[in-house]
């Protein structure tokens, strides 16, 4: 997911105690959670390279142990579940009221018309195919090589591994006619270039905003 909510009381409130280097190192923690919405590895060494803080395992180590929770999965964050949880509720709520729209939608127009004993027989008269408004991307999309060296030219703030993932969530969460494209390569292009002017977020809203996060 590419948003949380963040309550900067709540988090000040907890957190007054870290020094600079600890509390960047939370940051960064609780903003890798949520990117891939699983635990973060169990090694100490693979989190603080994932986060690029390799020469601060120390510190890493100290946030990880305070505010996680070692499992046979890796470090969970509790708090984050619950967030990633609800986030993943809403989408689907979100596809099930598309879907149940379109089937009211499709029941409506069957029954627009009804003949009586006194009409003249319906002529049935061929239609013509509507044209295609898009596909879905698919949930396994992966980024071509020519996409991905698009990405190399045009960004240099993120990889194109999480410019990609955060661009197969995104287009993957948005219900009904919202997340239907016609020309998917047209797409992450526009979304690479926008995302290089404004890596933190789109002031119009036609994205969620990165900015307000929640632990």
């Not at 984050?80 to 986030?87: L, S, V």
């Amino acid at each position: 997911m590419h948003y949380y909510q963040f309550n900067i009381g709540d988090y000040a409130s907890h957190t007054r105690h870290l020094n600079p280097i600890e509390d960047i190192a939370y940051r960064r923690l609780l903003d890798a959670y949520y990117l891939q919405e699983r635990p973060l590895n169990a090694g100490i060494a693979a989190v603080a390279r994932q986060i690029n803080m390799r020469e601060h395992e120390a510190e890493v180590k100290l946030v990880l142990e305070e505010f996680f929770l070692l499992t046979e999965e890796g470090w969970v964050n509790q708090r984050a579940d619950k967030e990633i949880n609800h986030y993943k509720a809403k989408v689907e709520q979100a596809s099930r009221a598309g879907k149940a729209s379109a089937e009211r939608r499709s029941n409506a127009r069957s029954t627009d018309v009804q003949p009586t004993n006194n009409q003249e027989p319906i002529t049935i008269v061929e239609a013509k195919p509507k044209q295609s408004r898009g596909t879905r991307l698919p949930a396994d999309w992966l980024p071509s090589e020519d996409q991905i060296q698009f990405c190399k030219t045009n960004r240099t703030d993120l990889s194109p591994q999480t410019t990609a993932d955060r661009f197969r969530d995104y287009w993957s969460a948005q219900p009904g006619a919202k997340g239907l494209k016609l020309d998917w390569d047209a797409t992450w292009r526009n979304w690479v270039r926008a995302e290089r002017v404004q890596p933190a977020d789109k002031a119009s809203g036609s994205r969620p905003s990165w900015d307000r996060r929640q632990r």
